[in-house]
Nanobody, 116 residues
């Protein structure tokens, strides 16, 4: 079964940093494009970042403004999201996602809260 274990969320002050991890299992991780999404209260779920199967191509939501970096380690079946200079508007539940061949699979989400 396709499963994700997301970690790294927490409470940080504005300007702080977090590194989210999503450990995947149940599929051939290295074959698939992986993404991070987030959803804040009262807002639609939005794309944060995506990375190609080999890690050679990435894309980001417009709000990132160079603050976030997505990466992956296919030897560890893990995708990461390094988040720097966090802002209160970054507060959300962050999910990793794979566009599997017949459906999307989502992680359980890890909470990121940016507050003083």
């Amino acid at each position: 079964q396709v499963q994700f274990v997301e970690s790294g969320g927490g409470l940080v002050q504005p300007g702080g940093s977090l590194r989210l991890s999503c450990a995947a299992s149940g599929f051939t991780f290295s074959r698939y494009f992986m993404s991070w999404y987030r959803q804040a209260p009262g807002k639609e779920r939005e794309l944060v970042a995506g990375i190609s199967a080999t890690g050679d191509s990435t894309n980001y939501g417009d709000f990132v403004k160079g603050r976030f970096t997505i990466s992956r380690d296919n030897t560890k079946n893990t995708v990461y999201l390094q988040m720097n200079n966090l802002k209160p508007d970054d507060t959300a539940l962050y999910y990793c996602k794979v566009a599997y061949w017949y459906r999307d699979y989502w992680g359980q989400g890890t909470q990121v809260t940016v507050s003083s």
